[in-house]
């Protein structure tokens, strides 16, 4: 029986600033926002000298979201 490989993407997002970190509220509602949208938050790290946050979410990939990162931007 062969096994199939799941494929996944990546959203990696930094937020906050040298001078301010980033609040609850605002990281609550992205959070929420990429929850509906079908991420995994799986990694947050603050950065050591900042208070910039970098967040790494996960969704499985698809089709639908194969063919949506294929198309030009303009």
């Known amino acids: 029986m062969s096994e199939q490989i799941k494929k996944w993407e990546y959203r990696i997002y930094s937020l906050g600033s040298i001078l301010k970190s980033p609040k609850d509220e605002e990281l609550m509602e992205l959070l929420d926002e990429w929850g509906e949208d079908g991420w995994e938050l799986v990694s947050a790290v ?19 979201s194969r063919r949506e990162r294929s198309r030009p931007s303009y």
């Open 46 to 64: 603050r950065g050591e000298s900042t208070n910039r946050m970098t967040l790494i979410a996960k969704r499985p990939l698809t089709d639908r």
